[in-house]
């Protein structure tokens, strides 16, 4: 079974430009989660998708971010435009159901440096 | 709201020591408590967690965990560590309550630095 997958692997990008991050979950996954993780800080919450739905997006920094769920399968999160401080590792997870009790499985993140 | 602390950003070990990873938390409400690992460019992958009933769990490659509610503590620990054992390891929690807010609440991690 595939685990879950993230691209790109790393991404460098300029000031104010556009990034797209891509996660594709574990099959049959129906929680997504994205995470974020700044240089020298803990990995922070994002939110939440149930299927297609945003269950949870109270850790979304700003209007700047945006993440979608079409159709319930695959998740894209866009930062538009890029600032310095979006520097770090985002991380996807999965879950098969949904509750706090239930083990997430991660992807390996994408590094994104904005200069 | 609840957070984690892991007090040791790093902690250097020799190999077939043993080695006790810190971890505490703070929440006005009952949590479930977590243990991930990454490996060097890999995702975290889940090392043990803590839902209900004993309060020493034990995980994948040998690991094991005592929840301490008193203490507030969730501690990991390997009697006898391998080289192949260095890494980064997360303590998170997730509120018991849930509420929809099921995102976990990391700790700044503790790098495990295995020396032969």
């Known amino acids: 079974e595939a685990g879950v997958t993230q691209f790109p692997s790393h991404s460098v990008i300029e000031k104010g430009q556009t990034v797209t991050l891509r996660c594709d979950p574990i099959?049959?996954?129906?929680?997504l989660y994205w995470y974020r993780r700044v240089m020298g800080k803990e990995i922070k919450f994002l939110l939440h998708f149930v299927k297609e739905s945003k269950q949870d997006e109270s850790g979304m920094p700003n209007n700047r971010f945006l993440a979608e769920r079409t159709g319930g399968t695959y998740s894209t999160l866009k930062v538009q435009p890029a600032e310095l401080e979006d520097s770090g590792v985002y991380f996807c997870?999965?879950?098969?159901?949904?509750?706090?009790?239930?083990?997430?499985?991660f992807g390996p993140g994408t590094r994104l440096l904005v200069l | 709201a609840q957070s984690v602390t892991q007090l040791d950003s790093q902690v250097p070990v020799f190999e077939e020591a043993p080695v006790e990873l810190r971890c505490n938390y703070s929440?006005?409400?009952?949590?479930?408590l977590f243990w991930y690992v990454q490996y060097p460019n890999q995702g975290l992958q889940l090392l043990l967690k803590y839902l209900s009933g004993s309060t020493l769990v034990k995980g994948i490659n040998g690991f094991e965990a005592e929840f301490n509610k008193s203490q507030t503590s969730f501690h990991l620990r390997k009697p006898s560590v391998h080289i192949s054992d260095t890494a980064e390891y997360f303590c998170a929690v997730t509120l018991y309550s849930g509420g929809g807010a099921d995102g976990l609440t990391f700790g700044k991690g503790t790098h495990l630095i295995i020396q032969p």
């Open positions: 997870a999965s879950s098969p159901r949904v509750g706090p009790r239930e083990t997430q499985y």
């Open positions: 929440s006005s409400v009952s949590v479930y």
């Open positions: 099959s049959g996954h129906d929680n």
